[in-house]
Each structure stands twice: as structure tokens, then as C-alpha cells.
């Protein structure tokens, strides 16, 4: 069930109530209604799913615990591995084993069958905190909890199905202190508020943004050969119409949990004021990074053996990085991508100019540089993301780059040009919704953000205050959100 | 400042407090705009339901999925248009009204699917018994694999009748949300009164505020010339030209058929005109004979009629800008859809109605519009090979002569 729809916020306004009464007969309740409502929020795409999901849950719990129990033996680390290979043949079978077929048919001429499976939605990410919930036990690292503990910690319905990556140390101990599960205003107004923004990101400016983006890929899959403007125009509107898709996501998720007094961790904050790869990637789904850099950098080889070994690293990381995101040659090709210019920025960091060194001129202009260089090539990567196939990507690239497809007779519709200064305005100059929350600290760690300065007329407008003039703002994003409802694209990231 | 959101303290208290009171301005505020958002739609709807307004409200993009199925509800027509933006902008209500005396309505929507398609027809049957005809273009029944079954703002909750066609519950429910709170009907508020501000205050025409009277300029077009040489000149072509091949007919159209044939209501079935200013021309036409076979199948279980057009080859409509230099289409939007010029001697062909007056001047074959499914299928493969062949440059001398002979006199529309 999708955030951005009429259903959930149905779905959310039944919950509420029942929650209510619930939590006032006991916090046994309240846990209970929240996780029967995740299960029903998961179930209503397709109830068969829900079977995985309950199954998956049950093993790794039981998993767990014998791991816990047998932690330091032979038999501990064979089931460890056992359950980690369960894990992944899941997502594997799920997610890969179409794709590992026609590339065997393909590569090789064998006529294996192709399986046609759906994708259970949000496995990727269910299953993910399940993999690092059992490396987590494996290393000693989880105090004993209740079943009903886990399961809440995997289906809590705010982050079960793209997010954020929670890990068992984030949302266990919240569970095992908290004693009040009523529910608080003090929560619910700001939660609403955050809701309500995020909302707005996704069906105003990111479904703004995202026709374009669709009318543009669609004709050069189509064969059209793209100008470069085109091309360009189509990266463009894709890299707007996917930052407030996930930045919106991430916002409501972050709301919802905190509606019902839980925080669940910042996973977006202005990756395209990035000044440098690495800043983007510390910026873009911070939960995703965190996991790749824990659960596969790290094992790789991090960067603590020599430069070679960090490029590997790095090249390995991204790459299977790219496959996560989907089964197709271009998030490959993507995440590879990224893997080069991460690690070139680790090999020429020692040569580059450091943007805090310098007067405040020289320093600003070294950034807005750093920042503008970093746009540009996570736009260019993004047409590997979204193209449907590597030919179209190539198309693409080679009218980008090379200013080929002269040829394209494509009217672009010039309707989206008067938002393009508005939607850098917001990404590049405007605070984010980290900051403009962030006395009421809704995400885990988002003190570790740093709040930047601005204006005040910025911060007076913006920042969420018991103000009336903050609620003004907030029934206005909701309600016009409201009715920016209908034609909506799904949550981009509900795919992976 | 409390460091967990169940810390409790005076500090909390006080913002719990605060908390309250914004929750109850957030709760009036949005209230208050919903109430105002329902009677403006209301209003609003009040007057799209209105006949006068029916060229606006059919022909406007944008929300027409939710719109149509509840205003074809209340106007139950005799006549009706099934498709996609290739039919909803060839039939103006208002120009179809100078050939029929019954009522029409356009139900086509943008890029309609087979599946959105055969549940629009559908549900329009389980509650219209005055429908006597259903013109569906059959392109809209034809589509790749990869193709979506619904596209956004499709929503079933509002037809009359389920998946398998059987009638469902909760319709006017459904419906009373849709009108008054939901984005499609404050998206369609907007745009009915852009046109209805421009028409009624600035006094512009419906040639000027509906985007069906765009028109092509082939001065723009970079292939007519291309298409001239193939069609007209008969140079060989380098590449495969088709109208999407990769197309295939969808059961839908077979389901809707049926439904149709069940209800006694009469069926024309055609091919869009597609401009050959693109240098897509149909040569092989193994769609049509596709099509040709299913419905003479069909026909054999149906009471009712069903008939068969095809004006999907090169002649006077489609020649626009090729066999003829002209700037400003008659028969085409910049976009390459049918403009309702077209629609109206489409209409005229199929109903046996006299040609409009933008039929002045052109010089159509013999057989053009006639009901195929009157021809046996050798004399159907006949025909397909004669206006196939078109493609290739194979033309009968009369026939080009009198394609070449054709002028299209503007009437300014």
C-alpha cells in the first residue's frame, strides 16, 4: 500500500482510533494493533506475500536464537552461513533468478526456462535487516528480546516496505524501553507535519517532474534519437522526479514512526548539495550506504589495505550495489559507475584543492564548483538508472556527451522549463526537512548532521514550530497533496 | 528538551499542551477546505453535466477516467466512442451533433488501454439501455506485452461493474468521493473553467480553447518529403514500414464484442486514419486481416451488427501534407492525431450520415469507408493488398490521379 494513496490514508485514519483505545488498555495492545495493521498494510497489494514474509521472519528469529546459543561453535557459524545463504537465495530467487536465466540463454545459448516471479514488494528490504539482525547475533551484539519485539522490528509498517534500512540496535532498545505506548500530540502534530511534507515532495514535485522524465525515455526506447537538449532535459527531470520521490518517502516514513513514538533513522539529506561523491553517497538512502559499507565494503577489504584493494572494494561495493537496485545490465553499468568515480575520488584526493581551505569567497566558489561537477555526473549516471535497456542508456549517453541524434525532430513540451530555477532553488539553497525539524529530533541521528545557516526569513517560514503559521503551512501541503492525489506514479523505490 | 518522544516532564506537558491545540487548527483548517473544495466541485459538476457544455467536457484532456464513466452514466447516449486520444480528440460532440439526432457521447481517453477500455464498456452497458451504437477503435485494443493494463487514474471503484463484468457494490460511494474530493475532480474543476473563462468571458472559440483543434504543421514535419517518395514516387524503402507491428489485439476486444453483442447493441469497429506525413504506412495490413478474422468469428455468435472500417491508408485524409504541400492541417494535430474534421467523415462513413462540408473537394475512392466485413476475406485480402500496396508506391492510375486531384478546402477550422 503505498504512502501516496487514498487507501492508506483510509488505512491511517481507522488506525488511529483503534490505536488509541488500544494504547490506553496497555502497551500488549498497541503493539499488537500496530503489528496486525503492518501485516494488513503489507497484505493488501497481495495477501500471498504475507506468508513469505511471516515465514522469513520465523527462521530468522529462530535462527537467531540458536546462533546466540551456540555462538563460538562450528555448529553456530555453520547455521550463521546457512541463514545469510537463506537470505540471500530469497532475494536471489525473487529478485535475480529471471535475469541469471536469459543471461545464461543469452550469453551461452542455453534454453533454460525463464521464471516470471513477482517481486514480493519490499523484500530487499525485510530481508536486509534480517541479514544484519543475524550478523549482529553472530558477533554478540543483540540483547535478548521478545518474538514480538522482532517481528515489530521488521514489519513496522513506516519502514517495511522501502525503508529506511533499520538496524536491530536502532529500533530493539526502543521497544524494550518504552512503557507509554499512548499516543501524544506532541508526536502526532510534528509526525503529521513531516508526513505532510513529504507527502507534497511526491505528488507535487516529483509527479510534476515526472512526465517529462517518462515522455523522453519512452521515445528514445522507442528508437527516437534524442537532441542533446532532449537528452539532457530527460536526465534532468528524472534526477528532480527521483530525489523528491525517495526525499517525500523518506519523510512520511520518518513522520509516520514518530506519529506513534518511534525514530526511525535519517536516510535522505540533500545528496544533491553534495560536494563530491563520497559526500553524495553519505547523502542519498544513508541507510542503503551504511549497510553496503558495513555488510560488504568493509568485508571486501574497506580501505585499510592499500589503494588497490579500497578500488576493488569500492568497484565490488557499487557494482552489486547497482544489481540491488535491480536485475538489468544498466544498474549494473550504474552502480560500476558510481564504483569508478568513487574511487577516483579516493585516489585523487590527496591532489585536490580542499574545499574548507581558502577565504570565504574562494572556499564558496570552490564549493558551489565541487557541488555542480557532482550534479552533473550523478544526472549523467542517473540515464543508467532509468533507461529501460543499456541500448537506450547508450543512445542517450551518446547525445549527452557527444551532442549526437541532431536529427531528433522531438518537440520537447516546454511546460516543466518555468519549475527547472524553482526545483534547483529547493535542492541546492532551501534548508531540508532534517533541519527544518530538528529540534523535535524525529530521526535517529540527525544531530549528526550539521544544520547549516540560513537567512532568516528561510528559517522563520520553514522550521516547524507550535506556531500557528507552521500548522497554516502544514494543512496546506496536506490538502493540496490531497488533491494532487490522482494520477500518481508509484514510489519509485518500492521496486527494489 | 525531552531526548525521547515518551519522555515525560513539565516541559512536555506544556508542549503536549500546544501539541493539542495545533492538532485542532490543523483538523479545522483542512475540514474548512474540504468543505469549500466539495461545493465548488459540486457547482462545477453541475454545470460539466450540462448538454451544451458536452464538446468541453468530452474533449478535455486530463482526468477523463474518472470523469467519463459517471457522466456517460447520467447522459446515457445512443451513440458512444471508445478509445484512446486518437478518438477522443477526432469526435467533437458538437460537430457529431450536425450528423445525428441521437445523443453521443465520446468516451475515449488518453492512452486507454484494452483492459480500461473493455471495463468502460461494460459498465456503461450495466446501466444504459438506449445504447444502440459503439464505435471503438480498435488501435486501443492493440498492444505490446509490456504494455501497462491501467494507467494512473484509472480506478475501477468507480464502474459499474467488476473485473469479470459482474456488477459491484459501493459505485456511489465511490462516485460521490471522485466528484467532490478527489485531485481528479479539482484537476478537472480548473481546466473546465480555463475553457469555460475563455469561451464565455474572453469570448474565444472552441476551435481556439480545445487542444483537438491544434493543427499540424507539415512545414515542420521532416519525413513528408521522405513519405512523398515512398507513397507517391515509389522509392524503395530502406527500412520496414508499419504502425507498430509488434501491436497484438487484446481478449479485451473480444470481451467487449461479446458484452456488446449480448446488449443488441450494434458495433463499428475501425482502423485510425494514422498522417502518413510520418512515413508510416501499413503496408502488410496483417493486423487488419487479424481483425477481419476475429470479427467475422465474433459475428457468427452475435445478434447485432458488426461492422469493420479501415481508413488506415494512404488517401485523401492521410495524404494531408504529402500529396499536397500545405502548411496548417485540416485533418491532423501537430501531434499526429486525428483532428474532428477527420472524425466527422469518419462518423459519416460509418453511419451512412452525408459528408461534412470538409469533404469538399476531396476525392476519396470508390470504396472508401465501406464496411468490410460486407466483403468475403479473399475480397477482403484483395482490398488490403490493393491499399497496402499504396505503401510501396503501387497505385491504380485513377486512384492516384484522383488522390493528386484532391483539394482540401480550409473551412477555417
Known sequence: MPFASYAFLAFMAVLLPVYYLAARSGARAARLVLIGASLVFYGYWIPGYLVILVGSIVVNYTLGEIVRARRGTAAGQLLFALGIAANLGLIGWYKYAAFIAESINSLLGFGLDVPHVLLPIGISFFTFQQVGYLVDMSKGQVERSRFLDYVFFIVFFPQLIAGPIVTQAEMLPQLRARTDWRLRAANLMPGIALFSAGLFKKTVLSDMAAPYADKLFSLAASGTHLGPVDAWMAAICYAFQIYFDFSGYSDMAIGLGFMFGFRLPINFHSPYKAAGIRDFWRRWHITLSRFLRDYLYIPLGGSRHGMPRTVLALLGTMTLGGLWHGAGANFVIWGFLHGLALSAAHLFRPIMPKVGEGGPLVRAIKRAAYVLVTFIFVTFSWVWFRAPDVGTALAMTRSMVFAAGTTSFVTFDSGIYPYLPLYFLIVWALPNTNENFRAHRMALHVEMYAERRYLWLLRELLVFRYLKRSVVVTAIAFTVSWFALSNLSPFIYFQF | ?413
Open chain 2, 1 to 413: 528538551m525531552s531526548t525521547h518522544p515518551n519522555h515525560s516532564s513539565r516541559e512536555d506537558e506544556e508542549r503536549e499542551s500546544r501539541a493539542r491545540r495545533m492538532l485542532r487548527l490543523f483538523a479545522l483548517l483542512v475540514g474548512v477546505t474540504w468543505g469549500v473544495a466539495i461545493l465548488t466541485n459540486l457547482a462545477v459538476w453541475h454545470l460539466a453535466a450540462q448538454p451544451r457544455y458536452q464538446s468541453n467536457v468530452q474533449m478535455t484532456v486530463g482526468w477523463a477516467r474518472i470523469m467519463k464513466p459517471i457522466l456517460a452514466d447520467a447522459y446515457k447516449p445512443q451513440i458512444e466512442v471508445f478509445g484512446r486520444s486518437w478518438a477522443r480528440d477526432a469526435f467533437d460532440p458538437e460537430t457529431i451533433g450536425g450528423l445525428t439526432v441521437k445523443r453521443f457521447f465520446n468516451h475515449a481517453v488518453s492512452g486507454g488501454t484494452a483492459y480500461e477500455n473493455r471495463r468502460f464498456v461494460q459498465s456503461q452497458l450495466a446501466v444504459n439501455p438506449d445504447l444502440q451504437l459503439a464505435i471503438l477503435n480498435v488501435n486501443s485494443f492493440r498492444q505490446r506485452l509490456d504494455e501497462p493494463v491501467a494507467h494512473p487514474g484509472f480506478d475501477p471503484s468507480i464502474l459499474n461493474t467488476d473485473a469479470e463484468g459482474r456488477p459491484q457494490n459501493g459505485v456511489s460511494a465511490a462516485r460521490a468521493f471522485a466528484i467532490t474530493l478527489s485531485g481528479a475532480s479539482v484537476g478537472f474543476d480548473i481546466k473546465f473553467a480555463d475553457i469555460l473563462y475563455r469561451q464565455e468571458v474572453l469570448g474565444q472559440s472552441r476551435f481556439e480553447t480545445l487542444a483537438s483543434y491544434d493543427r499540424m504543421d507539415y512545414a515542420k514535419r521532416p519525413k513528408v518529403s521522405a513519405a512523398r517518395a515512398h507513397i507517391i514516387d515509389g522509392a524503395a524503402r530502406t527500412t520496414a514500414a508499419s504502425n507498430g507491428d509488434e501491436n497484438r489485439l487484446q481478449p479485451d476486444f473480444a470481451i467487449a464484442v461479446k458484452a456488446l453483442c449480448d446488449a443488441h447493441v450494434d458495433i463499428a469497429v475501425y482502423e485510425t486514419p494514422f498522417s502518413m506525413s510520418s512515413d508510416q504506412c501499413d503496408a502488410t495490413k496483417s493486423q487488419g486481416l487479424e481483425t477481419y478474422d476475429l470479427i467475422r468469428s465474433l459475428q457468427a455468435h452475435c445478434a447485432s451488427r458488426i461492422s469493420y472500417y479501415d481508413f488506415n491508408y494512404p488517401n485523401a485524409i492521410t495524404m494531408e501534407g504529402v500529396s499536397r504541400p500545405t502548411d496548417k492541417g485540416i485533418f491532423y494535430r501537430s501531434d499526429g492525431h486525428p483532428r474532428p474534421p477527420t472524425g466527422q467523415i469518419m462518423f459519416a462513413a460509418i453511419t451512412g450520415s452525408a459528408m461534412p462540408r470538409q469533404a469538399d473537394g476531396l476525392q476519396f475512392d470508390p470504396d472508401f469507408g465501406i464496411d468490410l466485413m460486407t466483403l468475403d476475406r479473399d475480397a477482403y485480402r484483395a482490398w488490403a493488398a490493393d491499399k497496402g500496396g499504396r505503401c510501396m508506391g503501387k497505385w491504380r492510375p485513377d486512384d492516384l490521379q484522383r488522390l493528386l486531384q484532391s483539394t482540401d478546402s480550409d473551412p477555417g477550422q
